[in-house]
């Protein structure tokens, strides 16, 4: 069965810290672009970060740049973001989804592509 499963979430205080993993069964991450994306309470889904292994791109959302570290496990079949000096905007759902290829980038929207495959959502609550 081919799917993503996603993990870490929860609840954390601003300026702390949490580390989302995302595991691939089924099928390899290997050509695929990794994409993290969040959705808050009445806000649309935003691109948060991308990794390919294709061409070597990382990329980064301004609002999450220097505070969040992508990484790729290739053994594991898993991804991870790591996610510090956390704020309570980044409360949100937080998806991973795999696009065979390389990381898209729209100039207006940010990430963007045709992901083939989601994960089920990992929620993160940052609050006091």
């Known amino acids: 069965q081919v799917q993503l499963v996603e993990s870490g979430g929860g609840l954390v205080q601003p300026g702390g810290s949490l580390r989302l993993s995302c595991a691939a069964s089924?099928?390899?991450?290997?050509?695929?672009?990794i994409g993290w994306f969040r959705q808050a309470p009445g806000k649309e889904r935003e691109g948060v970060s991308c990794t390919s292994n294709i061409d070597g791109m990382t990329w980064y959302a301004d609002s999450v740049k220097g505070r969040f570290t992508i990484s790729r496990d290739t053994a594991k079949n898993t991804v991870y973001l790591q996610m510090s000096s956390l704020k309570p905007e980044d409360t949100a759902v937080y998806y991973c989804?795999?696009?065979?290829?390389?990381?898209?980038?729209?100039?207006?929207?940010?990430?963007?592509?045709?992901?083939?495959?989601w994960g089920q959502g990992a929620r993160v609550t940052v609050s006091s």
């Open positions: 089924g099928f390899s991450l290997d050509y695929y672009a």
């Open positions: 989804a795999a696009e065979w290829g390389v990381c898209v980038l729209d100039p207006g929207r940010g990430l963007a592509g045709e992901y083939d495959y």
